[in-house]
């Protein structure tokens, strides 16, 4: 069965830095491009960061975190990552990391439809 498990989130300082990792699971996901996503309280999931799956690891992010945050991905461990710098108190959300239903996809873009359940990530002022 496929499966998507975040890890690394926590309670962090303002300016401080976080790395989330998504470990994936019954499926490949070398062909698959990744993504994350954040959803504050009271607020709609939303884009933050996503990697494609080709060998030029091209990528692409939401305006409000660019400069601040790192995608990455390691195929052989079959895991995503989000590096966060300088984290802000509007960073703070339940991120989640997702996977394209479609693979090889040649656009910077996804129909993320396979979740996982997300891993807090608290930025305190």
């Known amino acids: 069965q496929e499966q998507l498990v975040e890890s690394g989130g926590g309670l962090v300082q303002a300016g401080g830095s976080l790395r989330l990792s998504c470990a994936a699971s019954?499926?490949?996901?070398?062909?698959?491009?990744m993504a994350w996503f954040r959803q504050a309280p009271g607020k709609e999931r939303e884009f933050v960061a996503g990697?494609?799956?080709?060998?030029?690891?091209?990528?692409w992010y939401a305006d409000s975190v660019k400069g601040r945050f790192t995608i990455s991905r390691d195929n052989t461990e079959q895991t995503v990552y989000l590096q966060m710098n300088s984290l802000k108190s509007e960073d703070t959300a339940v991120y989640y990391c997702?996977?394209?239903?479609?693979?090889?996809?040649?656009?910077?873009?996804?129909?993320?439809?396979?979740w996982g359940q997300g891993t807090q990530v608290t930025v305190s002022s």
């Open positions: 997702a996977a394209d239903r479609v693979p090889n996809r040649t656009s910077l873009s996804g129909d993320f439809g396979s």
């Open positions: 019954g499926r490949t996901i070398s062909m698959y491009n």
């Open positions: 990697i494609s799956w080709s060998t030029f690891r091209r990528t």
